[in-house]
């Protein structure tokens, strides 16, 4: 069973322009979580797709970002304009069982804003 | 304002000797915990949890002890291995939420030398 997949694994831009992350989250998993670690910091919670559904959104830092997940399949969070506080690294994680606290993380997508 | 802590940022321990990583959580919400291991380039893969109506768990070298009263838990490896040498993350999280967001500390990279 494939895991979770993200695409790209790196991206460096420059303040200002737009960079599109995506996830592909384990097959048949509802639900798609996005989180963010910037500079060695703690791991925080972005936002929660149940499905094509956003459950929890509390942990977007503004509305430079918007998080999509048409088809509830996979999911892109896009960064428009990109600021240099948004350099991190971007994970994905999913999990299937609505209950079960435990979720799978893809490697994440680090991105760099110059 | 962090609600799961991480004091130690490293730890270095001698192969075969025990491996004991701490967390404490400010949230009395919080009634399940986790342990994720995060190597080089990869994403946090779940190690271990327990649940707040227990005070111990285990699954082969590694044993997680939680003391709610204290707000305090650990994740303890014996014998400790040269491939456990990575970040490892506490996590903390609520039925409130679903155990559906969960909150991390800002991790303890373990050395094990042989």
């Known amino acids: 069973e494939a895991g979770v997949t993200q695409f790209p694994s790196h991206s460096v831009i420059e303040k200002g322009q737009t960079v599109t992350l995506r996830c592909d989250p384990i097959s048949g998993h509802d639900n798609l979580y996005w989180y963010r670690r910037v500079m060695g910091k703690e791991i925080k919670f972005l936002l929660h797709f149940v499905k094509e559904s956003k459950q929890d959104e509390s942990g977007m830092p503004n509305n430079r970002f918007l998080a999509e997940r048409t088809g509830g399949t996979y999911s892109t969070l896009k960064v428009q304009p990109a600021e240099l506080e948004d350099s991190g690294v971007y994970f994905c994680?999913?999990?299937?069982?609505?209950?079960?606290?435990?979720?799978?993380f893809g490697p994440g997508t680090r991105l760099t804003v110059l | 304002d962090q609600q799961v802590k991480q004091n130690s940022p490293s730890l270095s321990v001698q192969e075969g000797r025990i491996s004991i990583l701490n967390c404490d959580y400010t949230n009395s919400m919080f009634d399940y915990f986790l342990w994720y291991k995060k190597y080089p380039a990869e994403g946090p893969t779940f190690l271990i949890s327990i649940s707040s109506i227990k005070d111990k768990n285990e699954d082969g070298r590694f044993t997680v002890f939680l003391n709610k009263s204290a707000k305090h838990l650990s994740l303890h490896i014996v014998p400790s291995q040269p491939g456990d040498s990575a970040v490892y993350f506490c996590?903390?999280?609520?039925?409130?939420?679903?155990?559906?967001?969960?909150?991390f500390g800002t991790g303890t990279r373990l050395l094990v030398s042989p």
């Open positions: 996590a903390s999280t609520s039925m409130n939420t679903g155990f559906q967001k969960l909150v």
């Open positions: 994680a999913s999990s299937q069982d609505p209950w079960a606290a435990e979720q799978f």
